[in-house]
C-alpha cells in the first residue's frame, strides 16, 4: 500500500467543541493519509470555520441527513483505495493507520481491519445509566468505524451505512460483512479513544435498542434466506 491510497472520512454536526482534537489526531498519524474529508451535516456552530481552517481538510457542507448519509457522501467523494472514518468528537491513536496498514500489506485477501477501543469520560460529565467505572478500565472490541480501515469497493460490495437507522447503522454495516463472510482482521491493539459526553448519540438509549434488535432481525433473515439457496 502506498500513502495515496487511504482516504479519511470525519463526519460532524456542531462539533466545534472537539473537532480540532480530531483532526489533529489525523494529522498526527506516523502514517499519513493522503486526503482527509470533513463532511458536515449543516452544522450551526463554528464546525465549518475549523474545518476550513486546516489546509489539508476537504471540507463538505450537505444538508442534515444523518450519520450514514454523512458517511456515504465521504465515501462517495473519497479517492482512495481505502476508507477510514473518525467521528469529530473521537481520537485516534497515533499510530492507528500504521499499525492497520502494517496488517493489511501481511495478508492481501484483507478487506478491511478494526481493533480496539478505550472510552473516556468529557471532564465534569456525570455518567448516565449503563455506564460504569469497569467500561474506562478495558479496552472493548471496537466495531465501530472509528476503528475501521477498508477497502473502499467493498462498500460497492455490500452497501454503504443504511439510511433508515439513525443510530446504529455502525452496527448493520458490521453485521452485514460478517454474514457476508468477508475477510478481515482484528488487531488486539488500542486504535481509538472514543469520548463519552451528553450529546452521544449512543445515549438516546431506547432508540439505540429498537434498532439493535432490528439489526439483529435483519441478520437473521439474511443468514435463513443463504441457508435455503445452499439447500
Known amino acids: 500500500m502506498q500513502k495515496s491510497e487511504i482516504s479519511v472520512i470525519i463526519v460532524v454536526k456542531n462539533g466545534e467543541k ?20 470533513v463532511v458536515d451535516g449543516d452544522s450551526a456552530d463554528r464546525t465549518a470555520e475549523i474545518a ?9 457542507k450537505q444538508e442534515n441527513e444523518g450519520l450514514a448519509a454523512a458517511r456515504n ?15 469529530h468528537d473521537d481520537i485516534w491513536v497515533p499510530n492507528k493507520l500504521e499499525m492497520q496498514v502494517k496488517r493489511l500489506q501481511e495478508e492481501s485477501d484483507l478487506q478491511y481491519c478494526y481493533g480496539l477501543v478505550q472510552l473516556f469520560v468529557e471532564e465534569g ?19 465501530t ?40 482482521a482484528f488487531l ?11 450529546s452521544n448519540l449512543s445515549s438516546k438509549v431506547e432508540t439505540n435498542r429498537r434498532e439493535i434488535f432490528r439489526v439483529i432481525k435483519n441478520s437473521i433473515n439474511r443468514q435463513q434466506n443463504t441457508a435455503h439457496k445452499n439447500q
Do not use: M
Request: charged letters at 25%.
Open 18 to 37: 472537539y473537532l480540532s482534537d480530531a483532526i489533529e489526531s489525523v494529522l498526527n498519524q506516523t502514517y499519513l493519509p493522503s486526503e482527509i474529508l
Open 125 to 143: 460529565v456525570q455518567l448516565r445509566n449503563g455506564f460504569d467505572e469497569s467500561h474506562f478500565k478495558e479496552q472493548l472490541k471496537g466495531r
Open 145 to 184: 468505524p472509528g476503528t475501521l480501515i477498508a477497502r473502499k469497493t467493498l462498500f460497492d460490495e455490500i452497501g454503504g451505512f443504511d439510511k433508515s437507522f439513525s443510530i446504529a447503522c455502525d452496527v448493520d454495516w458490521f453485521t452485514r460483512a460478517a454474514d457476508s463472510k468477508i475477510e478481515s
Open 188 to 198: 488486539k491493539k488500542t486504535l481509538l479513544h472514543k469520548r463519552v459526553h451528553t
Open 73 to 87: 457522501t465521504g465515501i462517495n467523494n473519497a479517492g482512495g483505495e481505502w476508507i477510514a472514518f473518525l467521528d
Open 52 to 60: 476550513q481552517s486546516f489546509e489539508e481538510i476537504t471540507y463538505i
